[in-house]
């Protein structure tokens, strides 16, 4: 996932092009984040006029609920997804009248603390001591938050098989993304941060799925089924052997990064 972030300037003279620097948004490993200093906006705001010093305010608090609604699952990453988040935020800079600007978008090679790119790019303190390090989140929690792209709508999420509809299995198998049509496309979440036994059963339930859905296929005349086992790198040389391993013998399923669903669909 594309670690990048922008720079949020407030425009304090319309004459002269004046603006200061006030915030960052960021998106930095799938966790999108707000920061802005309290002193910079301040000293910003006491030079605008008091109805532009409203809107600015009501222009921070309703990117600050964007940001929290993306992270708790509540609505869709495009604010943080590269191929869109320009265009977005071009928007965003004509919705608040040329008054609260959005700088151009910054790529990074791999995410940075916080406190570092705020202290580099702004100064000053950031409103919220405790938000100095950025926080990761587990790979679960990131599937689930690219599950919710529109591209995706079409899918059915956390569909599950059971014992009643497939003989063949012996307990419930949960789907994490299932789209039945002329054929059955599946994308399937492992793990590779739990622990080896997880792992493992995580591949024999997808291999379980694989034949109870290749059987219902033929059974109903539906073509060939696609399914993707989706994954996210790992530094642990114990775990990146068994990746390793899984990807030189699979055959009923293709293994593929998150970045890679879209291209897949």
Known sequence: MAHFFSIIYIKTNRLSKEQIA???????????????????LNFAL?????????AIKRSLNLLQNDVN????????????????AKKILDKLILKKGGLLLYGEIIHLEKPINRAVLFS?????????????????????K??????????????????????????????NIRLDLFRSGSSYTVFNAIDFTASTAMIQKTLNNFNQA???????????GLSKGRYYL?????KDPEKADILKRIKNNASAFELIQLKEILDKI
């Open 22 to 40: 006030v915030g960052i948004l960021m998106n930095a490993a799938g966790v999108p984040s707000f920061d802005y200093s309290i002193s910079k």
């Open 46 to 54: 006491k030079l605008l006029k008091p109805q532009a010093r409203n």
């Open 69 to 84: 609604k993306i992270i708790n699952g509540e609505t869709t990453m495009d604010l943080f997804d590269a191929p869109y």
């Open 120 to 140: 580099k790019y702004i100064g000053g303190e950031i409103r919220d001591n405790q938000l100095n390090v950025t926080k990761a989140i587990s790979f679960k």
């Open 142 to 171: 990131e599937f689930q938050l690219f599950a919710k792209h529109k591209r995706l709508a079409s899918f059915s999420h956390k569909t599950v098989l059971t014992p009643q509809d497939f003989p063949t299995i012996i307990s």
């Open 210 to 220: 694989i034949v109870c859905l290749n059987k219902e296929a033929i059974k109903n």
């Open 230 to 234: 989706v994954y996210k790198s790992t």
